[in-house]
């Protein structure tokens, strides 16, 4: 897209001359974007002359009407006669002011003081603990709703969520939990065989599984699969206002979104961890057939270590890890910005919010299961 | 084989297929210089589809384009580029970057593909913005402005580099009368002065009939092209009821005799 005004055999570089005391601004040789820098010379007075010369002007793209823009906008008034411009010059440059700027517009969003940093900061935390906080007693009221019969969903996307994070984990769940048990039976293996005690590798792994690592790994990896695909997908819809439609239909999107997901997840979790409790140990007498222990007696040690309340511990654990979960996930989901990098961000924040809350929560049962001594 | 055509884009015996979907066939037509080419007909008879095969985001099932004689179906992936960048392509829904401002939508092609100065370059982002009415919205974020200043800030963006060829998706729709009339004096203003060939995508009649200088009427009936001329004259002398149908809003008349 170029325009010659006048042609040339070798162009000049660009010049820009302002004369008679900036009442005439000459403007000379080949304007474009491979050219060199533009050479100005004289002094610019601020705003525009009152006359162009463009007699030696050779040709121009966007470099020119961008200078002589920046030139006009220093100017107090926004009417200029733009003599002695070519015509298609002129056009542009009438164009290009035709409509004022909206001088209100350009704010200055950031002005760096580190005082003010602070305060948006904790302004901004403040009011993420509160969106925590009202989300949280939300999913109460849905759950309150859904147990009178009131809440409305579809019940084909319970359906679907329900497979999406019951039956399609069972693979990922199987490897990791079956490595856990494998590696935790190696390990104790290695000191309690100091004692002779190689048996007992039954135990460790029975007790270790059923209380923390079973229900533990199964909540990081549904984190990591079912609450960052929530986040994804919720954030996408609000991205795209198809969150707004629902609620403009009057439809909750609470109900509607995250009820089936926070159901689904709940009831998925617990059933997850006993599978993965069992892999665990499977695992683990793998570990203890390959240094001898026959499979009876490791079979015997394991059911007798595990009474009912140890092995109900990490599945009561499971409902709190799965709303977890499924409340951060769809709550940085449906708070996401409406941007396709705010999709990414909500789905990194989904992540790390519901590993965080996995374990800050784990540590707190540890506490009370201590002082209950159970 | 006949000669190679010499219009700035021709297209010859294309035809569009989604799988064994054929969209359109047989579609042969040319796009001149400084002409303002409108593709139009009835919603979802393939014409962003078209759009789309002309920018090379989909390969024909059949046929060529040229652009100024040389193929661009035939051309090898790494001298595609070459055709690419005298492109500006401005999508339907504006489809800017959603995590750049408006200024850095406009700046990202300029620091990408030239050399020059920080501060050339928000001048001239300024500049584009400008002409598209949008100065002083330069650090605001596409979810930030209205879908009508989205979709100026695409046509801002698809001028970035000054391209020969522009390709406009819908440009007024969702726009406002006035801005929409305003749009029409830009594409005008920057046909005469800058020369720009453009290829528009639209069924906007007031548009159509204000900047068209040739339109190609797609037809969902026969799945080709229905007619192709000077709009006005389409509207009034058209041999394709469905053609006079179209420019005329329904309202359809006898064609008239040809003084």
Same mark, same amino acid.
């Given at each position: 897209?170029?325009?010659?005004?006048?042609?040339s055999?070798?162009?000049?570089?660009?010049r820009?001359t302002?004369q008679q005391?900036?009442?005439?601004?000459?403007l000379?040789?080949?304007w474009?974007?491979d050219?060199?820098?533009?050479v100005?010379?004289?002094?610019?007075?601020p705003?525009?002359?009152e006359?162009?010369?463009?007699?030696?002007?050779?040709?121009?793209?966007s470099t020119?009407?961008?200078?002589?823009?920046?030139?006009?906008r220093?100017?107090?008034t926004s009417?200029?006669?733009? /003599?002695?411009?070519?015509?298609?010059?002129?056009?542009?440059?009438?164009l290009?002011?035709g409509?004022?700027?909206?001088?209100?517009?350009?704010?200055s969003?950031? /002005?760096?003081?580190?005082?003010?940093?602070?305060?948006?900061?904790?302004?901004?935390?403040?009011k993420?603990?509160r969106?925590?906080?009202a989300?949280?007693?939300e999913?109460?009221?849905?759950?309150g709703?859904?147990?009178?019969?009131?809440?409305?969903f579809?019940?084909?996307?319970?359906?679907?969520v329900l497979?999406?994070?019951?039956?399609?984990?069972?693979p990922i769940v199987?490897l990791i939990s079956?490595?856990?048990?494998? =590696?935790?039976?190696f390990?104790?293996?290695v000191?309690?065989?100091?004692?002779?005690?190689?048996?007992f590798?039954a /135990?460790?792994?029975a007790?270790?599984?059923?209380?923390?690592?079973?229900?533990?790994?199964?909540a990081? =990896?549904m984190?990591?699969?079912?609450?960052?695909?929530f986040?994804?997908?919720?954030?996408?819809m609000q991205?795209?206002e198809?969150? /707004?439609?629902?609620?403009?239909?009057?439809?909750?999107?609470?109900?509607?979104?995250v009820?089936?997901?926070?159901?689904?997840?709940?009831?998925m979790?617990?059933l997850l961890? =006993?599978?993965?409790n069992l892999?665990?140990?499977?695992?683990?007498?793998?570990?203890?057939i390959s240094?001898?222990?026959?499979?009876?007696?490791?079979w015997n040690e394991t059911?007798?270590s595990?009474?009912?309340?140890?092995?109900?511990?990490?599945?009561?654990?499971?409902?709190?890890?799965g709303a977890?979960i499924a409340?951060?996930?769809c709550?940085?989901?449906m708070?996401?910005?409406?941007s396709s990098?705010a999709?990414?961000?909500?789905?990194?924040?989904?992540?790390?919010?519901?590993?965080?809350?996995?374990i800050?929560?784990d540590?707190?049962f540890a506490?009370?299961?201590?002082?209950?001594?159970? | 084989?006949?000669?190679?055509?010499?219009a700035k884009?021709?297209v010859?015996?294309l035809?569009?297929?989604?799988?064994?979907?054929?969209?359109m066939?047989?579609l042969e037509?040319?796009v001149l210089e400084?002409?303002?080419?409108i593709?139009m007909?009835?919603? @979802?008879? @393939?014409?962003s589809?078209?759009l789309?095969h002309l920018?090379?985001?989909?390969?024909?099932?059949?046929?060529e384009?040229?652009?100024?004689g040389?193929s661009?179906?035939?051309?090898?992936?790494?001298?595609r #580029?070459?055709?690419?960048?005298r492109?500006?392509v401005?999508?339907q829904?504006?489809?800017?970057w959603?995590?750049?401002?408006?200024?850095?939508n406009?700046?990202?092609?300029?620091?990408e593909?030239t050399?020059?100065?920080?501060r050339?370059?928000?001048?001239i982002?300024s500049?584009?913005?400008?002409l598209?009415g949008?100065?002083?919205?330069e650090d605001?974020y596409?979810?930030q402005?209205?879908?009508g200043?989205?979709?100026?800030a695409?046509?801002?963006?698809?001028?970035a580099?000054?391209?020969?060829i522009?390709?406009?998706?819908?440009?007024?729709?969702?726009l406002?009368?006035?801005s929409?009339?305003?749009?029409d004096d830009?594409?005008?203003?920057l046909?005469?002065s800058?020369?720009?060939?453009?290829?528009?995508?639209?069924?906007?009649?007031?548009?159509?009939f204000?900047?068209?200088?040739?339109?190609l009427f797609?037809?969902?009936?026969?799945r080709?092209?229905?007619a192709?001329?000077?709009?006005?004259?389409?509207?009034?002398?058209? #041999?394709?009821?469905?053609?006079?149908?179209f420019?005329?809003?329904?309202?359809?008349s006898?064609?008239?005799?040809?003084?």
């Open positions: 897209m170029k325009v010659a005004v006048q042609g055999a070798s162009p000049r570089p660009p820009a302002w005391e900036g009442r005439v601004l000459r000379e040789g080949r474009h974007r050219a060199p820098p533009p100005l010379e004289g002094t610019a007075p705003g525009l002359p006359r162009f010369d463009c007699t030696q002007l050779e040709e121009f793209d020119l009407p961008a200078f002589l823009l920046a030139h006009a220093l100017a107090a009417s200029f006669a733009w /003599d002695g411009l070519p015509d298609n010059l002129r056009g542009l440059m009438q290009a002011l409509v004022p700027e909206q001088s209100d517009a350009r704010g969003p950031h /002005d760096g003081s580190e005082l003010r940093a602070l305060g948006e900061w904790t302004l901004r935390t403040w993420a603990t969106a925590t906080l989300f949280v007693g999913s109460v009221q849905s759950l709703r859904f147990a009178v019969g009131r809440a409305r579809r019940g084909r996307d319970f359906w679907e497979q999406q994070c019951g039956a399609e984990a069972l199987a079956f490595l856990v048990g494998l =590696i935790l039976a390990v104790g293996n000191q309690l065989a100091n004692f002779g005690a190689n048996l590798v /135990d460790l792994v007790i270790a599984m059923v209380r923390e690592m079973g229900v533990m790994m199964t990081i =990896i984190s990591g699969r079912t609450g960052a695909a986040a994804a997908h919720l954030g996408s991205a795209n198809e969150i /707004d439609a629902l609620r403009t239909f009057g439809l909750q999107p609470f109900d509607f979104l009820l089936p997901r926070l159901l689904a997840l709940v009831l979790m617990p961890t =006993i599978y993965s892999i665990g140990i499977l695992g683990g007498m793998l570990v203890g240094v001898g222990i026959p499979p009876v007696l490791y059911v007798e595990i009474t009912l309340t140890t092995a109900s511990l990490g599945v009561f654990k499971s409902f709190f890890f977890a409340v951060a996930g709550m940085t989901g708070n996401a910005g409406r990098a999709v990414g961000e909500a789905t990194t924040r989904a992540v790390v919010a519901s590993i965080t809350a996995v800050v929560l540590s707190g506490a009370i299961f201590t002082l209950l001594d159970i | 084989m006949s000669a190679p055509p010499t884009i021709s010859r015996d035809t569009m297929a989604y799988g064994s979907f054929v969209v066939k047989d037509f040319d400084r002409d303002i080419f593709i007909g009835g919603s @979802g008879c @393939g014409k589809t078209l789309r920018i090379g985001l989909r390969e024909p099932a059949r046929g384009v040229f652009y100024d040389a661009f179906t035939a051309a090898p992936t790494a001298d #580029e070459r055709f690419i960048r492109f500006g401005m999508y829904s504006g489809a800017l959603s995590s750049l401002t408006l200024a850095e406009v700046a990202l092609p300029l620091e593909f050399r020059l100065p920080a050339t370059i928000r001048d982002v500049y584009k913005l400008s598209v949008l100065a002083g919205f605001y596409p979810s402005v209205s879908g200043m989205n979709k100026r695409g046509i801002a963006r698809a001028m580099l000054d391209p020969d522009l390709f406009l998706d819908e440009p007024s729709a969702g406002d009368p006035l929409a009339r305003r749009l830009l594409i005008l203003r046909r005469d800058l020369g720009s060939t453009f290829v528009i995508v639209t069924h906007e009649l007031a548009s159509i204000a900047i068209g200088s040739n339109a797609l037809d969902t009936a026969t080709t092209q229905g192709i001329g000077p709009p006005c004259h389409l509207r009034d002398h058209s #041999e394709s009821a469905t053609v006079r149908s420019l005329n809003r329904g309202e359809d006898a064609p008239e005799t040809q003084p």
